[in-house]
């Protein structure tokens, strides 16, 4: 784990947004920003922590953080299927396969939480989904269900869509569903099992799916904590039978206490002191270091410098 005083050191060099002209065509993501040439997509993992749909504020190694854990699950699943990496010039970096992305956020979830437990508990489907009565918030649904959303245009919220309207507005072949569903399960079986050897309880996830040169493949990111909730394996049952929320990993605190502060996602940001984003860094490394179970290796730096200077001899050696 780095120290205090490293993580502290870092606040001056946190990746904020990048400006690579030389990438080619950018694209700024609440998280990432990505470039696009030709047949390749350049994803970088900034440090900005999303919350509520806004960027909130940024956090020290965050962006290492996010992609070194999505490159982690891509190895660990590459024998479910296949992934869009083609490259790793640096630890903040993808250099990916540009696919066609299918404009359907797959989300699958084992316990009724987030969204899904608002939409129950108001007594609404979950995605075209009608659960059976009495369970409760928090609790783990009988089996894994698929959850999924549209892909929704930058400052618009995500719609949940259910899998029989996905088929019926033609968004994708049944064919093709059929593959993608079997998929997402099993990545997060894949998931669950893994997260269970660590202690951790993988709540639930989103993955994006593309097609490349005709195939079926994982892109995006898998099982960062920006795309899942995990939860402490440990204390869930206690906290549960006490009517308390599990203890998470993600960025459930941030959220409650930008809750506590008044903020819903719309109107100023608070401000977070230096103090506060070190703490951050702190939960997030250590959740790294919980999912993966190793430790989180990193140094002190200008991050966007060692980007570029990664990405110019990437693409020099490319040529
Ligand atoms: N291999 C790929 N080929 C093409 N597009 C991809 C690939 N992998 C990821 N993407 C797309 O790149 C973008 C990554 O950006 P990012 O996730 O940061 O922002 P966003 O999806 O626009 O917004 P949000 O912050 O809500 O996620 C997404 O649009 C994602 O669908
Ligand atoms: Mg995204």
Redesign the pocket.
């Known amino acids: 784990m780095l120290s205090d005083e490293q993580i502290s050191a870092q606040l001056p060099h946190v990746l904020n947004v990048t400006k690579y002209d030389f990438l080619g065509q950018r694209?700024q993501?609440?998280?990432?920003d990505?470039y696009t040439r030709g047949k390749i997509?350049i994803?970088i993992a900034t440090d900005r922590l999303?919350c509520f749909?806004r960027v909130v504020t940024t956090v020290p190694f965050k962006g290492e953080v996010l992609n070194t854990l999505a490159v982690h699950w891509f190895t660990l699943s590459k024998d479910i299927i296949e992934n869009?990496i083609l490259d790793i010039p640096d630890p903040n970096v993808i250099v990916?396969?540009?696919?066609a992305?299918i404009p359907i956020e797959v989300v699958v979830r084992a316990y009724l939480a987030g969204s899904a437990w608002r939409d129950y508990s108001s007594g609404r489907a979950v995605s075209g989904i009608v659960l059976p009565p009495g369970l409760r918030k928090h609790g783990k649904l009988p089996q894994p269900l698929l959850t999924p959303s549209t892909?929704a245009e930058?400052g618009k919220h995500d719609e949940p869509i259910g899998e029989q309207e996905i088929l019926a507005r033609g968004l994708v072949s049944a064919l093709l569903w059929g593959q993608i569903r079997d998929t997402a399960l099993a990545l997060f079986g894949l998931g669950q099992k893994e997260a269970a050897k660590n202690g951790l309880i993988l709540v639930d996830t989103k993955y994006?799916f593309?097609m490349y040169e005709g195939r079926l493949v994982l892109?995006?990111e898998i099982h960062t904590l920006d795309s899942s909730r995990y939860w402490v394996a440990d204390t869930y049952t206690e906290k549960l039978a006490d009517n308390e929320t599990p203890e998470m990993l993600d960025k459930e605190p941030t959220r409650q206490w930008l809750l506590e502060q008044g903020f819903k996602g719309d109107g100023p940001i608070p401000t977070f002191t230096d103090e506060h984003r070190i703490d951050i860094a702190r939960h997030y490394i250590s959740a790294f270091e919980r999912i993966a179970g190793r430790p989180f290796v990193s140094s002190v730096g200008p991050v966007s410098e060692r980007i570029e200077k990664n990405l110019e001899s990437y693409l020099e050696g490319a040529r």
Not at 96 to 99: G, R, S
């Open positions: 694209h993501g609440k998280v990432r990505s997509r994803l999303s749909d869009h990916a396969n540009e696919c992305i892909k930058i994006e593309g892109a995006d």
